[in-house]
């Protein structure tokens, strides 16, 4: 039996890939339906290419060798001999399933970077804007501006549009013209052209016209302030405009979710837009043996490479051959998530937009003042020696939303760049979901 | 600074302890470490300053003396690090009558106790499981945050003269004539006629660079953490059990439960003691039998989500009393390591036995029972 551990896109095609064959297949995923993040949980998806989605679920749902299993968190992977055992918690117990392969396909979550008012509400990440709407079918606000970097803004600022939100904004602090640093990416991926064409038409008809070189550099009352930046991402003096909204979604790019893989022991290394992800072969393995992992962990590439992805992973680890248009398909994918990430880059002048007050850590409520602090005043020089003299990120989200900030701006106050070695240490937590000290203890041999 | 008057290796609280010492006796220091302040044992402790733990003995007189000399420490650098005398509770479920003898014999060696009945055990711990009969409290158990110690320790250190230097490696320790002269590192080349090892775990490393020998091996240990909760445990709360694994040379796996709340609010659960070498992976069993003690010691716990668990490795020799003294062979080379899970509280008592010793005074205690020349026929 394999178990596949994420239900979005990559762990949907693995599962699917590898029931062809007739192998068993445990999906667990800890949303109530499947399609991950990206497909947002829903039976039926709409927007660009949703067919793809049906089509999947569809599959998944007539394979009998599959067996979904819902809300189920997984909060630790333990190995047992040559098993792999899961622990998850399902309805308020502790549970767990052994088997010999492992594909991880945990996926990725917003990246948020600080600004005065990040952490006030209304303040949200583009992701956490689109799942309300999507999830709950709430709209976040009537008046919207979304901000940040990348294409994943587009669908979110459509998506809000056609729920009735007015877009006060839309505004990508990096501008096209980057793109010409990759014609060979576009020329690899003509469709690409076509969803661009399909959200500029939507854009249009909800008269939003994309601004670049732009960030919202302060949120307070609801009024965001909209600044000019450069391509440092520093503010350019005196050109700030306010613009009156109930909420500001903003969001810059993704960090993938490493945990599972990081209790596994599989290796990690520092991708090219200094994302820590998981090192894998052309099939998808892991370092570790039978653990193929598959999807943004692997790099932040999207929902076509995840696909390509999973799928590569469900045939390797089900024993079937993987096609080599499938590898070139992957390459063509890779070589586009490059350009993407070529294309949008983080530029640490986002480190000036903060004040002394501004919270960097929200779980521990930790100000910028006191992050400096650490580094000047005690001599902290890595994420790890300010963690533990400021707190900073040992909250409830263990450091997921700020830690790759607090390396950024303590590497910035000591004039240094972040080690690898340090980015791959902040991802290392040995208890991926909270569980409550009654379950863990019952579960004592 | 090219020529100290003494070099310290290691920026943990003990070193810094040390380097602070000889400062305030008139030494200019220079620290080094191989990483960050506080990267090693003290980023990985949970701040105890105990006395309830020890059994009489000269390990005993350490910490009641360090244990003051915390309080000194801390105003002479200036309140910074949540230094708290928040006393320890120490409970029997069912025969109390080690602990009783215990608390006894350390009350006649200057440690004050006061023994609890089931009424006023349960007045001081009010969410304690009822089947505790019994205990004893001991006022003078304190804590401190370790890593935030050091930071501050070593920032004194230098505001008085002194210097640090971080992400230093000692690639050779220079002797000459059994003597040392001085330290090559990754950042440069410094000479003294006095080194002070106080790289904990890592010490028997350093000692061997010097061409001598000192037996101390790591004993890791995990310690969880929970979310912030309402203030359930007000001390540091452990069963009488906790004195006989501290104690234990088994290599085998022990856990017993100390229990205590944090200023932050969350919930600390040590401590398990492992002798398994630089083995970092987690151990999930062991985890699930902290949380079963600490839900057993505190049931209201069971609600509680654990956040995280990290782990550490405690410097230990083998008859598990710290190392604070010149070395055995080579003159000029001083340790201060070894202190086991105990670091932490024995810091300064251990950095004045030292500075007493450099400058030939008496000092507050015979500190022969830590001379590293016990150890010349010891191996581990």
Redesign the interface.
């Given at each position: 039996m394999i178990i596949v551990i994420g239900a979005g896109p990559a762990g949907l095609a693995a599962a699917e890939a590898a029931s062809r064959n007739g192998t068993d297949v445990a999906l667990i995923d800890s949303a109530p339906r499947k399609g991950g993040q990206y497909w947002r949980h829903q039976t039926a998806v709409k927007g660009y290419r949703s067919n793809r989605a049906d089509t999947l679920f569809a599959k998944i749902e007539n394979a009998s060798s599959i067996t979904h299993i819902s809300e189920a968190t997984v909060w630790?992977i333990?190995k047992d001999g040559n098993l792999f055992r899961v622990?998850y918690l399902q309805g308020g117990q502790e549970s767990s399933l052994t088997a010999e392969k492992l594909i991880l396909a945990t996926g990725a979550y917003d990246r948020s970077l600080p600004f005065p008012g990040w952490d006030k509400p209304g303040s949200m990440t583009p992701g956490a804007a689109q799942s309300l709407l999507k999830g709950h079918g709430v709209l976040a606000g009537k008046k919207v501006v979304v901000a940040g970097t990348g294409p994943f803004l587009l669908p979110v600022a459509t998506g809000l549009a056609e729920s009735g939100a007015e877009i006060v904004g839309l505004y990508d602090a990096n501008t096209p013209l980057r793109w010409a640093l990759s014609p060979h990416a576009l020329l690899l991926n003509p469709s690409k052209f076509l969803e661009l064409i399909y959200y500029a038409r939507l854009l249009k008809r909800f008269s939003v016209t994309p601004q670049f070189k732009r960030a919202v550099s302060s949120f307070s009352e609801g009024s965001a302030t909209i600044s000019r930046v450069n391509s440092k991402f520093n503010i350019v003096a005196k050109r700030d405009k306010s613009r009156l909204v109930d909420v500001v979604a903003a969001g810059w790019g993704f960090t993938p979710d490493l945990s599972l893989g990081g209790?596994v022991?599989c290796a990690q290394r520092v991708d090219v837009d200094g994302t820590t992800i998981f090192s894998v072969d052309d099939a998808q393995r892991s370092s570790v043996e039978n653990v193929w992992i598959a999807g943004e962990a692997t790099g932040i590439g999207g929902a076509d490479l995840s696909l390509i992805e999973g799928e590569i992973a469900g045939l390797s680890a089900s024993g079937q051959g993987v096609r080599p248009l499938l590898n070139f398909n992957r390459m063509r994918k890779q070589i586009f998530a490059n350009a993407l990430k070529r294309s949008y880059p983080i530029r640490d002048g986002w480190q000036s937009w903060s004040d002394d007050t501004t919270t960097i850590c929200r779980c521990?409520e930790v100000k910028m003042s006191e992050i400096r602090e650490s580094v000047t005043?005690?001599?902290?020089?890595?994420s790890?020696?300010a963690k533990?003299?400021t707190?900073a990120g040992?909250?409830?989200c263990?450091g997921r939303i700020c830690s790759r900030n607090v390396s950024e701006i303590v590497a910035g106050l000591t004039h240094c760049t972040v080690s690898d070695g340090e980015r791959i240490a902040s991802s290392n937590?040995?208890?991926a979901s909270?569980?409550?000290?009654?379950l863990?203890?019952?579960?004592?041999? | 600074m090219k020529n100290p008057d003494a070099i310290v290796i290691g920026a943990g609280i003990v070193g810094a302890s040390v380097a602070l010492s000889l400062t305030n006796a008139g030494f200019k220091v220079l620290v080094i470490d191989r990483g960050a302040v506080s990267s090693g044992t003290t980023g990985a402790g949970e701040g105890n300053i105990l006395v309830s733990d020890k059994d009489p003995g000269p390990e005993l007189t350490l910490a009641l003396r360090s244990r003051d000399l915390w309080f000194e420490m801390q105003d002479d650098v200036g309140d910074t690090f949540e230094l708290e005398a928040k006393g320890g509770v120490v409970v029997a479920r069912n025969d109390d009558g080690p602990l009783m003898i215990l608390a006894s014999e350390q009350s006649n060696h200057g440690v004050t106790i006061q023994k609890l009945d089931h009424t006023s055990l349960h007045e001081l711990e009010p969410y304690l499981d009822q089947r505790y009969q019994s205990g004893v409290f001991y006022p003078q158990d304190s804590q401190c945050q370790p890593m935030l110690a050091a930071a501050h320790v070593i920032r004194t250190v230098v505001q008085r003269g002194g210097a640090f230097i971080s992400q230093a490696k000692v690639t050779r320790i220079l002797v000459n004539q059994g003597a040392v002269t001085g330290i090559e590192t990754t950042q440069g080349n410094f000479s003294a006629p006095i080194i002070v090892n106080a790289t904990g775990t890592w010490a028997g490393e350093l000692a061997q660079m010097a061409g001598s020998h000192l037996p101390i091996a790591p004993r890791k240990g995990f310690i969880l953490v929970t979310e912030p909760t309402k203030k359930y445990v007000f001390h540091k709360v452990y069963d009488s059990d906790y004195v006989a694994n501290v104690a234990s040379s088994d290599a085998d796996l022990q856990t017993s439960t100390v229990v205590e709340g944090t200023r932050a609010g969350t919930i600390l659960i040590g401590a398990s003691r492992e002798r398994v070498g630089f083995d970092g992976s987690m151990n999930y069993e062991i985890l699930r039998r902290l949380a079963a003690q600490a839900t057993s010691l505190f049931p209201v716990l069971r609600d509680v989500q654990l956040l995280r668990a990290y782990r550490g490795f405690r410097p230990y020799a083998p008859d598990h009393l710290p190392v604070i003294g010149e070395d055995a062979t080579v003159k000029g080379l001083w340790h201060s390591a070894g202190h086991e899970g105990a670091g932490i509280g024995l810091a300064p008592g251990s950095a004045a036995l030292i500075t007493d010793a450099i400058l030939g005074r008496e000092s507050f205690m015979d500190g022969s029972a830590f001379s590293p020349a016990r150890f010349e026929k010891v191996s581990l």
């Amino acid at each position: 039996m394999i178990i596949v551990i994420g239900a979005g896109p990559a762990g949907l095609a693995a599962a699917e890939a590898a029931s062809r064959n007739g192998t068993d297949v445990a999906l667990i995923d800890s949303a109530p339906r499947k399609g991950g993040q990206y497909w947002r949980h829903q039976t039926a998806v709409k927007g660009y290419r949703s067919n793809r989605a049906d089509t999947l679920f569809a599959k998944i749902e007539n394979a009998s060798s599959i067996t979904h299993i819902s809300e189920a968190t997984v909060w630790s992977i333990e190995k047992d001999g040559n098993l792999f055992r899961v622990n998850y918690l399902q309805g308020g117990q502790e549970s767990s399933l052994t088997a010999e392969k492992l594909i991880l396909a945990t996926g990725a979550y917003d990246r948020s970077l600080p600004f005065p008012g990040w952490d006030k509400p209304g303040s949200m990440t583009p992701g956490a804007a689109q799942s309300l709407l999507k999830g709950h079918g709430v709209l976040a606000g009537k008046k919207v501006v979304v901000a940040g970097t990348g294409p994943f803004l587009l669908p979110v600022a459509t998506g809000l549009a056609e729920s009735g939100a007015e877009i006060v904004g839309l505004y990508d602090a990096n501008t096209p013209l980057r793109w010409a640093l990759s014609p060979h990416a576009l020329l690899l991926n003509p469709s690409k052209f076509l969803e661009l064409i399909y959200y500029a038409r939507l854009l249009k008809r909800f008269s939003v016209t994309p601004q670049f070189k732009r960030a919202v550099s302060s949120f307070s009352e609801g009024s965001a302030t909209i600044s000019r930046v450069n391509s440092k991402f520093n503010i350019v003096a005196k050109r700030d405009k306010s613009r009156l909204v109930d909420v500001v979604a903003a969001g810059w790019g993704f960090t993938p979710d490493l945990s599972l893989g990081g209790i596994v022991g599989c290796a990690q290394r520092v991708d090219v837009d200094g994302t820590t992800i998981f090192s894998v072969d052309d099939a998808q393995r892991s370092s570790v043996e039978n653990v193929w992992i598959a999807g943004e962990a692997t790099g932040i590439g999207g929902a076509d490479l995840s696909l390509i992805e999973g799928e590569i992973a469900g045939l390797s680890a089900s024993g079937q051959g993987v096609r080599p248009l499938l590898n070139f398909n992957r390459m063509r994918k890779q070589i586009f998530a490059n350009a993407l990430k070529r294309s949008y880059p983080i530029r640490d002048g986002w480190q000036s937009w903060s004040d002394d007050t501004t919270t960097i850590c929200r779980c521990e409520e930790v100000k910028m003042s006191e992050i400096r602090e650490s580094v000047t005043e005690l001599g902290a020089e890595d994420s790890r020696t300010a963690k533990l003299f400021t707190r900073a990120g040992m909250g409830l989200c263990q450091g997921r939303i700020c830690s790759r900030n607090v390396s950024e701006i303590v590497a910035g106050l000591t004039h240094c760049t972040v080690s690898d070695g340090e980015r791959i240490a902040s991802s290392n937590r040995p208890i991926a979901s909270p569980i409550s000290l009654g379950l863990l203890g019952d579960g004592k041999k | 600074m090219k020529n100290p008057d003494a070099i310290v290796i290691g920026a943990g609280i003990v070193g810094a302890s040390v380097a602070l010492s000889l400062t305030n006796a008139g030494f200019k220091v220079l620290v080094i470490d191989r990483g960050a302040v506080s990267s090693g044992t003290t980023g990985a402790g949970e701040g105890n300053i105990l006395v309830s733990d020890k059994d009489p003995g000269p390990e005993l007189t350490l910490a009641l003396r360090s244990r003051d000399l915390w309080f000194e420490m801390q105003d002479d650098v200036g309140d910074t690090f949540e230094l708290e005398a928040k006393g320890g509770v120490v409970v029997a479920r069912n025969d109390d009558g080690p602990l009783m003898i215990l608390a006894s014999e350390q009350s006649n060696h200057g440690v004050t106790i006061q023994k609890l009945d089931h009424t006023s055990l349960h007045e001081l711990e009010p969410y304690l499981d009822q089947r505790y009969q019994s205990g004893v409290f001991y006022p003078q158990d304190s804590q401190c945050q370790p890593m935030l110690a050091a930071a501050h320790v070593i920032r004194t250190v230098v505001q008085r003269g002194g210097a640090f230097i971080s992400q230093a490696k000692v690639t050779r320790i220079l002797v000459n004539q059994g003597a040392v002269t001085g330290i090559e590192t990754t950042q440069g080349n410094f000479s003294a006629p006095i080194i002070v090892n106080a790289t904990g775990t890592w010490a028997g490393e350093l000692a061997q660079m010097a061409g001598s020998h000192l037996p101390i091996a790591p004993r890791k240990g995990f310690i969880l953490v929970t979310e912030p909760t309402k203030k359930y445990v007000f001390h540091k709360v452990y069963d009488s059990d906790y004195v006989a694994n501290v104690a234990s040379s088994d290599a085998d796996l022990q856990t017993s439960t100390v229990v205590e709340g944090t200023r932050a609010g969350t919930i600390l659960i040590g401590a398990s003691r492992e002798r398994v070498g630089f083995d970092g992976s987690m151990n999930y069993e062991i985890l699930r039998r902290l949380a079963a003690q600490a839900t057993s010691l505190f049931p209201v716990l069971r609600d509680v989500q654990l956040l995280r668990a990290y782990r550490g490795f405690r410097p230990y020799a083998p008859d598990h009393l710290p190392v604070i003294g010149e070395d055995a062979t080579v003159k000029g080379l001083w340790h201060s390591a070894g202190h086991e899970g105990a670091g932490i509280g024995l810091a300064p008592g251990s950095a004045a036995l030292i500075t007493d010793a450099i400058l030939g005074r008496e000092s507050f205690m015979d500190g022969s029972a830590f001379s590293p020349a016990r150890f010349e026929k010891v191996s581990l």
